[in-house]
């Protein structure tokens, strides 16, 4: 796996943050490191869209990246469940596409490239899942898009999120980032890498409060809406229709 150095160098100028060539090459160990629990909140998908996904429908990834996540599910899931893998970046879909063949994934799949923004159309679906990926959709679209997802989710249906989100209170956001970027150190993250990657990420990832993901998620509808997982400002969130 390739070392994630994307914002290592000192003289480089920072531009928007963007899932291209350079950081799908390095993203694996990126998310391992810049996320915490990351492998575990990835295990505890795979846990509860077993409970979810039905026979003979489609379990969708909305911003599937590399594939980690469905090549988790493929050992899981029944086989009659179809993956459908969603991104807007083509090398990221050009390298789920190696990794779910490489892994001798054993159902159908198809992977979709599409800007979420614009909305999503699923087909049969049981279970969809945003890893970190809805903190990308522009907050003007993002009510609406949740809005659609549950209405084309059957009785029972799942959405499983998991986002990077703000503290209820100033207070407490102050010290979940302090912990979070001490957590990046810990995982031998630079200071100009960290203060490069926040200056790159602060129009492009727009974290809500957990409060305010789990009205948004409660408001389209969503009968039950439950954390399943936290850590300072990450959040897992399961919803059922
Ligand atoms: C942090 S990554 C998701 C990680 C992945 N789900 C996992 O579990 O490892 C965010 C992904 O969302 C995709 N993305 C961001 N904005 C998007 C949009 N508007 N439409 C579709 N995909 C988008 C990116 O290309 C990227 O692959």
Redesign the pocket.
């Known amino acids: 796996m390739l070392v994630d150095k994307v914002f290592n160098d000192k003289k480089k100028e920072v531009g928007d943050f963007?899932?291209d060539k350079n950081v799908?090459s390095v993203?694996?160990d990126m998310?391992v490191r810049s996320?915490p629990f990351?492998l575990e909140?990835?295990r505890m998908?795979t846990e509860l869209s077993a409970d979810f996904a039905k026979k003979d429908t489609n379990l969708y990834?909305?911003?599937?990246?590399?594939?980690?996540?469905l090549m988790n599910l493929d050992s899981a899931l029944d086989k009659s469940i179809s993956f459908v893998g969603?991104?807007?970046?083509e090398e990221?879909l050009k390298k789920c596409r190696k990794n779910l063949l490489d892994n001798g994934i054993t159902r159908k799949f198809d992977l979709i490239?599409?800007?979420?923004?614009?909305g999503v159309v699923l087909d049969n679906p049981s279970v969809v899942?945003?890893?970190?990926?809805l903190?990308?959709?522009?907050p003007l679209y993002r009510t609406n898009l949740i809005k659609s997802i549950y209405e084309q989710l059957p009785e029972n249906g799942a959405l499983l999120m998991?986002e990077k989100v703000l503290g209820e209170d100033s207070l407490f956001n102050r010290l979940f980032i302090k912990y979070y970027y001490e957590f990046k150190r810990r995982n031998d993250y630079s200071e100009i890498e960290i203060s490069k990657k926040r200056e790159a990420l602060e129009n492009?990832l727009i974290p809500y409060k957990l409060k305010e993901n789990e009205e948004m998620l409660k408001s389209v509808g969503f009968k039950y809406v439950e954390v399943f997982f936290k850590w300072y400002n990450f959040t897992g969130i399961i919803a059922v229709k």
């Open positions: 963007k899932f799908v993203f694996d998310v996320v990351y909140m990835q998908l990834d909305l911003g599937c990246s590399t594939g980690a996540t969603v991104d807007e970046s990221m490239s599409t800007d979420l923004n614009n899942i945003f890893c970190l990926t903190q990308f959709i522009r998991v492009v």
